[in-house]
């Protein structure tokens, strides 16, 4: 297994492990699944910025992981929202620790202090793998969203990337540390 940097050519893997997810869970808020040619679109997108890694087996993708703004506003620049899904073949083999752990390698170097993730409640699996990454609990949005028939939670969980400085660089772009 190798973990690298998503190419556009990754977005048919890439819709085919989300597909389900939306699809058949509620863990996506998304209610249509993304076509490959959006997927392209969204890694084309995201990488101007932000880490968008894949884990690659005999020549597949079996997950990936990315990162994005936390919030539009200034002053959360130095925040960022993660995310990591795997094929269900690669659940409990320490790939999306891997990812995960790349990932904050690298938004470390861009100078990014804290991640956020959000998790659609329950979630023993979710909760367990990012507690387990060093996040903590922080907090819950009671119904925000209604998928599958019910009205559903999302949780908060957040984790520092690196020392949290008083006069923190603005964050660098992906493409300026993402070769490195």
């Known amino acids: 297994m190798i973990i690298r940097t998503a190419r556009t050519s990754d977005a048919p893997g890439i819709a085919a492990i989300y597909e389900p997810i939306v699809r058949d869970t509620f863990i996506s808020f998304e209610t249509e699944p993304p076509s490959s040619q959006e997927m392209a679109e969204r890694i084309e997108n995201t990488l101007k910025s932000h880490p968008w890694l894949v884990a690659e ?9 990315y990162a994005g703004p936390h919030r539009t506003r200034p002053a959360y ?5 993660v995310s990591v899904y795997l094929a269900p073949g690669s659940k409990r083999t320490g790939t999306g620790r891997k990812l995960y752990s790349r990932l904050f390698e690298i938004l470390g170097r ?6 956020f993730a959000g998790i659609a409640l329950p979630n023993g699996a979710s909760v367990g ?7 903590e609990f922080i907090g819950q949005y009671p119904r925000v969203g209604f998928k599958k028939g019910e009205w559903r939670d999302v949780g ?13 660089r603005e964050p660098l ?5 993402g070769k490195r």
Request: aromatic share 18%.
């Open 129 to 135: 793998f990012h507690e387990a990454m060093g996040f």
């Open 57 to 65: 087996s005999d020549g597949g993708v079996i997950g990936y992981a």
């Open 77 to 81: 620049q130095w925040s960022c929202d």
């Open 173 to 177: 772009g992906f493409a300026e540390v």
């Open 110 to 115: 861009q100078g990014f202090a804290m991640a």
């Open 156 to 168: 908060w969980w957040h984790r520092p990337i690196q020392e949290l400085g008083t006069a923190p």
